[in-house]
């Protein structure tokens, strides 16, 4: 369960994240929706707390983020835009340092470590050195490394990013299967058809501000629109940026 | 020490054990470099000095005819006396000839009417390498003016010690050990040098490397404070630092066995007993060089950058030895405090095989630890800072 309060961050001049207001309750999917540069991965980085807020504040299950940050990164996994891995390390022992480093050890982390790999379909290059990986193969090894300590909230920045279509539904059956699990799942995007497919609640973002939120279908009758792209381009007031 | 840092810590030196580069030079070229190229370089020197004692002096002599008697002394004392060039002067600027002797034509009539016969001694003093030959020239001719004076005293019924009313007798104290200082003095820059190179990838690595991979931000988003990361990785990079340090030491115990030190009547004092004293006195400066690397790489954009900028923090430590070395101080209490430079005068003192007060030894470490300490904390803050995402 996450509830964003009031979050402002600005760099220099530029306000990225003004005012920003929601929540993405556990078992839910929730769609954080923009164009490019709205805002998305801002407000992320601020909930995995890489950056601080200049105001406002939120809660991981309950647990402030700026007065305990690492307490609240505790609860969270994290899959950041275009995650890296050690390129001298193999896929398994990538996923295993994040492990060792949220505490896990021992014969219930290679048992962890087994089921992630079997779960993210990494077994025939687990023990391969991530230096030659493909971009989907190292979306799916950060994917694992992100759920390695079974956390309850998951936030993913544009996960779907260099994913073919095998690689994209694998991604999602995960996504739902964490929702079906009772887990908090929020990811950022700016496809249309990926947010359609997957959310139970929108959270549509433009110039740093959330300018709507709500059900795929409480969307679409709130602007009178006939589709969820129609509804989108009417929240966010403007047609550029789509993509 | 923290599970965390640990964890990261081992990681880390994992990681760059399977990146070949980072191997080769630190713990390959780094270290090595220094025992074989210094070892090499005093051979030749030592080799070159000996020899050119015992070579005899080329001398061209221009009119020898009228100074036979010169002539034949001069060929007893070791010199090869060869017909003079056409234009002596010429001949020497063009450095076809280290040094010419011109014997003036009147030399013969001078020197029978007791009245002081003029040679000419033509040389280059701008030529360092001539310089010496010259210099045995001078003072061989000196010589030979000395042992006429006199037997021309001796002719005239008088000693001839009233022609030295000075004895001069030089005792000289140091120890075969310690005249070799003047040139082992140098090892302590290939030391750090080799110690540094060993942290320099990891620094870069383990800072720039990590933001350039994109590895970072995910690894601060783990639950980890900021403070065992970092420890970890200043760990990692003195474990390099530690083994390069270890390596270069070991190296020089065998190569400075194959430098020619006895020709010049000196002793290279560094065996194992001494290598093991120097890299307890050098282990402080460790943790100082992984500090200042990793601020340093904290501050760059990106791995190149960083790569850069470490190449020039190399120098740094140099400096305040190089400055030493031109007021050829000995050690005393405030120059322990300066790290590099303490440490340089701590192993030149066991290198000569002297007693080293514990009190220096004590402050040089003291110091050089809390200001790595200071360091530590400042790359702790450079990493609190959102800038390190870059």
Request: contains cysteine.
């Amino acid at each position: 369960m996450i509830e964003v309060d009031g979050l402002s961050k600005s760099f220099g001049t530029v306000r990225a994240v003004q005012e920003v207001s929601f929540s993405a309750p556990d078992g839910r999917i929730t769609g954080l929706l923009g164009p490019n540069g709205a805002g998305k991965s801002t407000t992320l980085r601020l909930l995995y707390t890489v950056l601080r807020p200049d105001r406002g504040s939120a809660r991981v299950d309950g647990i402030d983020i700026v007065h305990d940050p690492v307490a609240a990164r505790r609860r969270i996994g994290v899959l950041p835009h275009g995650a890296g891995l050690y390129p001298n390390l193999t896929a398994r022992e990538n996923i295993r340092y994040h492990g060792q480093l949220c505490g896990l050890g021992g014969a219930a982390l290679e048992a962890r470590l087994d089921e992630l790999i079997a779960l993210l379909d990494l077994r025939d290059i687990e023990n391969r050195r991530a230096k030659g990986f493909s971009q989907g193969q190292r979306t799916r090894v950060a994917l694992a490394r992100a759920l390695v300590h079974d956390p309850q909230n998951l936030l993913l920045d544009e996960p779907s990013n260099g994913l073919d279509v095998l690689g994209t539904r694998a991604l999602r059956a995960l996504m739902r299967r964490l929702r079906e699990a009772g887990r908090c799942v929020l990811f950022s995007s700016h496809v249309m058809q990926e947010v359609a497919a997957l959310c139970d609640e929108i959270v549509i973002v433009a110039h740093g501000r959330v300018v709507a939120t709500g059900t795929p279908q409480a969307l679409r009758e709130r602007t009178g629109a006939a589709t969820l792209e129609d509804a989108f381009v009417a929240a966010i007031g403007i047609a550029e940026g789509l993509e | 020490m923290s599970r965390a840092t640990l964890v990261v810590l081992a990681k880390e030196v994992k990681d760059n054990l399977r990146d070949r580069r980072t191997l080769m030079s630190a713990v390959l070229f780094g270290p090595l470099f220094g025992p074989v190229f210094f070892a090499i370089m005093v051979s030749i020197m030592l080799t070159r000095t000996a020899g050119q004692m015992d070579e005899p002096l080329e001398l061209p002599v221009a009119g020898a005819e009228h100074a036979p008697n010169l002539v034949s002394w001069l060929e007893a004392q070791n010199v090869d006396v060869q017909p003079a060039p056409e234009d002596p002067q010429a001949a020497v600027r063009a450095r076809r000839h280290d040094v010419v002797l011109v014997v003036s034509p009147d030399f013969a009539e001078r020197f029978a009417g007791g009245e002081p016969a003029a040679v000419r001694i033509v040389a280059d003093s701008a030529d360092s390498r001539a310089a010496r030959h010259s210099a045995r020239a001078r003072a061989l001719i000196a010589a030979y003016g000395q042992q006429l004076a006199q037997l021309r005293v001796l002719a005239r019924g008088l000693s001839p010690s009233l022609m030295s009313p000075i004895a001069i007798e030089e005792v000289d104290v140091a120890t075969p050990a310690a005249r070799s200082v003047l040139i082992l003095g140098m090892m302590t820059y290939f030391i750090l040098f080799a110690v540094l190179i060993g942290g320099m990838y990891l620094a870069a690595d383990t800072t720039a490397g990590e933001r350039d991979r994109g590895s970072l931000e995910p690894l601060l988003a783990l639950p980890v404070g900021r403070r065992e990361l970092v420890a970890g990785k200043l760990g990692a990079t003195c474990a390099y630092m530690l083994a390069s340090l270890a390596i270069t030491l070991a190296a020089f115990t065998v190569s400075l066995r194959f430098v020619p030190f006895e020709r010049l009547d000196m002793v290279a004092n560094f065996g194992p007993a001494v290598a093991v004293r120097a890299l307890l006195v050098m282990a402080p400066f460790v943790l100082f060089g992984a500090s200042l690397l990793t601020v340093v790489a904290s501050f760059t954009r990106s791995y190149k950058e960083a790569q850069t900028w470490l190449s020039l923090v190399l120098v740094v430590p140099t400096l305040p030895i190089a400055i030493a070395s031109l007021y050829a101080f000995r050690p005393v209490a405030w120059m322990m405090l300066v790290p590099s430079l303490s440490q340089h005068l701590l192993i030149t003192e066991l290198i000569k095989g002297e007693p080293v007060p514990a009190a220096l030894v004590v402050t040089s470490a003291a110091s050089t630890v809390a200001l790595g300490l200071g360091l530590a904390w400042l790359a702790t803050r450079l990493y609190r800072r959102e800038a390190i995402l870059g």
